[in-house]
């Protein structure tokens, strides 16, 4: 157990997060209401701007999605999170709801109180799943990197930086830019499953050990 190894992952990714998150949603944030609007204007999807403004629809209220394109930061921190990804989602501001939008909002609303218990929760379990995998880890070989999690750290975090020091990096919409963030996002996928590949081969191999053991006790 390193908890101190634990922290440093978890503080690094828990900014990767949060420099994207920022960077990304932020200027959805003030077109989200404050209090519960519970019966939106539904629209036909044939709908023009226009219609949708002289019958005061706000793509922010519940029902109302806007359709955008997925940041380069925004994948490759996606990639980096895997496995919490998977299990509650990405969340994103006038979006389709994620797993963890859907239940936060069935209680709020699309509201800025649900928006920042939202961004809350995913940071807790960012930095809660930072700390058990990064505090646990399941290989220890003599090269720090070839171990998956430091891995993935190392692979994805020149998106950290380039988010705080160079914002308008991720606003070029040019292939080298994608292809910039596509190759850590692939790499870390690849690294997690390396990930779990371990995890597995730990748990069969405790498993057996186990098992075998209590026969012997058995036999005795």
């Known amino acids: 157990m390193s908890w101190r190894r634990g922290v440093v992952l978890a503080a690094i990714h828990l900014a990767m997060a949060a420099s994207v998150i920022v960077r990304t949603e932020a200027d959805y944030w003030p077109a989200i209401r404050s209090e519960r609007v519970r019966v939106p204007v539904v629209l036909p999807p044939s709908s023009t701007a226009e219609e949708a403004m002289e019958a005061n629809f706000y793509p922010c209220d519940e029902g109302g999605i806007i359709d955008r394109a997925v940041s380069p930061g925004e994948i490759v921190v996606e990639a ?3 496995p919490l990804v998977l299990l509650v989602g990405w969340h994103e501001p006038c979006a389709q709801a994620s ?5 936060v909002e069935k ?5 800025r109180r649900a928006e920042v218990l939202i ?7 960012f930095v809660a799943w930072w700390l058990l995998v990064g505090g646990f880890p399941l ?29 308008t990096a991720w606003d070029l919409q040019h292939p ?3 292809m910039a963030a596509m190759v850590p996002a692939w790499i870390a996928i690849l690294a997690w499953l390396w990930w779990f590949g371990l ?4 748990l069969a191999y405790f498993g057996w050990h186990s098992l075998f053991g209590f026969r012997q006790r058995v036999a005795q």
């Open 119 to 125: 961004l809350a929760i995913q940071c807790a379990a």
């Open 176 to 178: 080298i830019v994608d």
């Open 139 to 167: 290989a220890r070989p003599r090269r720090w990197w070839l171990e998956p999690t430091a891995f993935i750290t190392a692979c994805t975090l020149p998106v950290a930086l380039v988010s705080l020091f160079i914002p």
């Open 99 to 103: 797993a963890l939008d859907t239940v």
């Open 199 to 202: 995890l597995i081969w730990k």
């Open 80 to 82: 980096a999170n895997m």
């Open 107 to 111: 209680r709020f609303g699309r509201t």
